[in-house]
């Protein structure tokens, strides 16, 4: 099988940073596509950044100029370095390896992670 594990969550006030990162175990391998996902209660889940096998990347238009997704194949992993967060980006945010090679909501999830921005 596989497993996606999420860290680096948690409450940081407007205008700060914080990184997230996502560990492959299992199946996947460098194939995937990795992306992060975002969700608040009572709306659908929304695409945040994605990064296919060959470094291809693609941003919401909110992340765009403040979020970074990179990938460490050697170290099966992922990670989403988050400035000048708002509150608008508190939300749960998910790891996902998708293995169509882009990011179509398919594939494997990990548990989410909170991210709380507020005073």
């Known amino acids: 099988q596989a497993q996606l594990v999420e860290s680096g969550g948690g409450l940081v006030q407007p205008g700060g940073s914080l990184r997230l990162s996502c560990v492959a175990s299992?199946?996947?391998?460098?194939?995937?596509?990795m992306a992060w996902y975002r969700q608040v209660p009572g709306k659908e889940r929304e695409l945040v950044a994605s990064?296919?096998?060959?470094?291809?990347?693609t941003y919401a238009d909110f992340a765009e100029g403040r979020f970074t997704i990179s990938r460490d194949n050697a170290n099966a992993r992922v990670d989403l370095q988050m400035t000048a967060l708002k509150p608008q980006d508190t939300a749960v945010y998910y790891c996902n390896a998708d293995p169509r090679g882009s990011a179509s909501g398919s594939g494997y999830w990990g548990q989410g992670t909170q991210v709380t921005v507020s005073v």
């Open positions: 990064i296919s096998e060959y470094e291809t990347i």
């Open positions: 299992g199946r996947i391998d460098h194939t995937y596509c």
